[in-house]
């Protein structure tokens, strides 16, 4: 499998006119990159903001994740340069979340090349303990993090793209995590969201299957263990997902992008952990990473995607319920591979923060207004960046970034500068 991608990676940065001198065996592919929960949990489980969750509880988990979440920060929408710190072997995901409830944000990523997760403890001003690891299954790339039994503390789920199961991890609340207990989904899990798909009130876990063009919902019990998974066909091969409710019936959807189709497909929960038939939308050439949010202020949500190929990303507005007007692309002048959306500059408008992963850097995209967007401004990351989330990891109100770097085994912070330093 590795081989097949490295094959295909090195194709499009040829097609691109990138220099794939440097691609390695084990690297993995523009595909696999949608392994990548952005802070986007759903761009939101894995972004937080000043030790907070996202629907304003203290510095414990959500009872529910929101399906979706506009994170605002303080800041002028610029970055202090990167610190780097190491984690396990290969990372291609990263989250944010309190662990240990003292307040000040962590840091979690899943490392592909070891089968760990690496947690990093925050201390408050930005910086970050030595990384501790705990097992997965084969090959984790999509990460997760909630309260699955409700006891107040942050767990982990990450998704096994070689062993074909999501391993959960619980927290005890001080930082620390019990061993993994692995539940069987359809072949691929490439992408994995929390949300509670049956209105029992307990988190479910939702992955996109791409080798078997499923989408898989694990039931939660509430106690932290799973039901049998139930599945959905969609759009063939899906590589990113995202969980929100398009038509505002109270019942979780969901949208995923096909990098092989060059599409999105929204299906509408049906609030039995299932999804109804697929209607597909096409965007940029290969998309790998979805992301959702109110890009025009409209009140209507939005569907962004991230193309490297095409070095662009896709915009599909919200127009009548539950349906998406024709993409409107912007270019990008670099080669996003995953995405996170939150107010960066508090003006009330959403920001794209995206890693640019042949560059080696992070892209901020401002909007403008009504859907518009400035240039990007890059600012540098560390070797093969291909995740990315937001969070206050400082406690001055500024949203910071962190970034998964794949080909150094490293995590890069970038601090946001204060508005009003």
């Known amino acids: 499998m590795k081989a097949a991608i490295h094959v295909a990676l090195t194709a499009l940065m040829a097609a691109a006119g990138v220099c794939a001198c440097e691609v390695q065996d084990n690297i993995i592919g523009l595909r696999v990159l949608a392994a ?20 304003g509880n203290g510095g414990g988990p959500p009872a529910s994740l929101p399906a979706t979440g506009t994170l605002t920060g303080a800041g002028d929408g610029t970055f202090r340069p990167l610190t780097d710190y190491p984690v396990g072997n290969g990372p291609v995901s990263v989250a944010i979340g309190d662990f240990n409830a003292d307040g000040k944000l962590d840091l979690v990523t899943a490392d592909s090349g070891v089968d760990t997760v690496s947690v990093l403890l925050g201390k408050g001003d930005g910086t970050f303990g030595v990384k501790v690891d705990y097992g997965t299954g084969r090959e984790p790339y999509p990460l997760a993090i909630g309260d699955l039994d409700a006891d107040g503390k942050w767990d982990i789920v990450v998704g096994n793209g070689s062993s074909d199961t999501v391993s959960v991890l619980l927290g005890t609340g001080d930082g620390t995590f019990a061993t993994k207990v692995d539940y069987a989904t359809a072949d691929g899990p490439y992408s994995l969201k929390l949300g509670d798909l049956n209105g029992d009130g307990a988190l479910d876990i939702v992955t996109a299957d791409q080798r078997s063009a499923r989408v898989s919902v694990l039931p939660g019990r509430g106690d932290g263990t799973f039901a049998t998974k139930l599945d959905s066909a969609t759009t063939q091969e899906p590589d990113s997902l995202v969980l929100a409710d398009f038509d505002n019936d109270a019942k979780l959807d969901v949208v995923t992008s096909s990098y092989s189709s060059g599409a999105v497909a929204v299906q509408f929960g049906t609030g039995d952990g299932r999804f109804g038939a697929p209607t597909d939308y096409s965007v940029a050439q290969s998309p790998q990473f979805v992301a959702v949010g109110d890009l025009n202020g409209d009140g209507k949500l939005d569907i962004a995607t991230a193309s490297a190929a095409a070095k662009a990303v896709s915009l599909l507005f919200g127009s009548t319920l539950g349906s998406f007007a024709k993409a409107v692309d912007r270019a990008t002048e670099s080669y996003p591979s995953a995405l996170a959306l939150a107010d960066l500059n508090a003006d009330r408008e959403l920001d794209i923060v995206a890693t640019d992963t042949f560059a080696s850097a992070v892209s901020v995209l401002l909007g403008s207004g009504g859907g518009q967007f400035a240039d990007k401004t890059n600012y540098r990351a560390g070797p093969h960046p291909i995740s990315v989330a937001l969070g206050d990891l400082n406690g001055d109100s500024t949203l910071d970034i962190a970034v998964a770097n794949y080909d150094s085994s490293s995590v890069s912070v970038l601090l946001g500068a204060s508005a009003a330093r």
């Open 36 to 55: 990548a929960s952005a802070g986007g949990m759903d761009n939101d489980p894995v972004s937080a903001s000043g030790g907070r969750s996202l629907d």
